[in-house]
């Protein structure tokens, strides 16, 4: 199954690179990017729980002490994370938002080596500078400082990256004691428990009415999450960790290719090139753990 395996990380990557289809929808009903977060975290969580308890009752259970980890993986990882990326995606455009978004394995390599001591190899070195040269001809800074991306969404394209590294290393802790369906399920659970009080959708409730509200909520929570990370886990048992990780780098891709032909958002030939430059990054830093 090894070729198909690869399909089914790609299928996945795509799924996640149309996820502005439906947060562009939520947004232009008038659901802020707090509660779009909240949609997502929440239909996620009962979509995983309910898998679950079909395939695997054991991965709804933690011991209490463990709590610790999915705080770090569900709260300071996955709003945060969310909630900066969905404010990226209104405020730049759909495949800005997914090339700063993959700062993220630069930013995991620098985390590492303080919390993990792992080695910053020059090949690791050499990603995290060309990622960071590729963002600087995405956000305009060069050349001659165009200011393609306003302040704000540079910042929170960035901050998207750090939450998407952090759950890195928050899952690792969290992967030393439990498999991989009972670390996302609970991250969900914990995302949602803390996101759905402080997120006003009770003040939405006349949207719920609206079938096409529903639709781009479970676009959002079932096909771009659940399903998305469904279609990766099972590829990844005929994958190793590295190549699968290169095969999703299309996200960006498909992000970018999305907005252009969907929302009409124009790059220009600078920020093409920022592009291409993460994409080689994120693919060069993984080609030798694969």
């Given at each position: 199954m090894g070729r198909w395996?690869?399909?089914?990380?790609?299928?996945?990557?795509?799924?996640?690179?149309?996820?502005?289809?439906?947060?562009?929808?939520?947004?232009?009903?008038?659901?802020?990017?707090?509660?779009?977060?909240?949609?997502?975290v929440a239909l996620s969580a009962a979509g995983l729980v309910a898998y679950a308890a079909v395939t695997d009752r054991r991965a709804l259970v933690i011991r209490p002490?463990?709590?610790?980890?999915?705080?770090?993986?569900?709260?300071?990882?996955?709003?945060?994370?969310?909630w900066c990326y969905f404010t990226a995606i209104e405020t730049t455009s759909a495949g800005v938002a997914?090339?700063?978004l993959y700062t993220a394995p630069a930013i995991v390599a620098v985390l590492s080596r303080v919390v993990f001591g792992e080695r910053i190899t020059a090949r690791k070195a050499a990603a995290v500078a060309v990622t960071f040269l590729g963002c600087a001809?995405?956000?305009?800074?060069?050349?001659?400082?165009?200011?393609?991306?306003?302040?704000?969404?540079?910042?929170?394209?960035?901050?998207?990256?750090?939450?998407y590294a952090l759950y890195s290393i928050f899952?690792?802790?969290?992967?030393?004691?439990?498999e991989p369906l009972t670390v996302t399920t609970h991250t969900f659970i914990f995302a949602a428990i803390a996101?759905?009080?402080?997120?006003?959708?009770?003040?939405?409730?006349?949207?719920?009415?609206a079938w096409q509200v529903w639709g781009y909520a479970a676009g959002l929570g079932l096909v771009s999450t659940v399903l998305a990370y469904l279609l990766y886990t099972v590829g990844l048992k005929y994958v190793e960790p590295g190549r699968a990780a290169v095969t999703a780098t299309i996200e960006p891709l498909v992000a970018a290719a999305l907005g252009a032909?969907?929302?009409?958002?124009?790059?220009?030939?600078w920020q093409l090139a920022g592009m291409a430059l993460v994409v080689a990054a994120?693919?060069?830093?993984?080609e030798r753990a694969g």
């Open positions: 395996a690869y399909w089914l990380i790609a299928a996945a990557a795509v799924l996640w690179g149309i996820i502005a289809l439906f947060v562009k929808g939520l947004a232009a009903w008038g659901l802020s990017p707090l509660q779009v977060v909240a949609v997502r002490a463990d709590a610790g980890y999915f705080v770090g993986t569900g709260i300071i990882s996955i709003i945060f994370f969310n997914a090339v700063l001809l995405v956000a305009g800074l060069v050349p001659g400082f165009a200011g393609a991306v306003s302040p704000l969404g540079l910042l929170a394209g960035l901050g998207a990256g750090l939450g899952g690792k802790l969290a992967l030393s004691r439990y996101v759905l009080p402080f997120s006003g959708l009770w003040e939405q409730r006349a949207l719920l009415a032909t969907v929302f009409g958002e124009a790059l220009t030939g994120v693919a060069g830093v993984q």
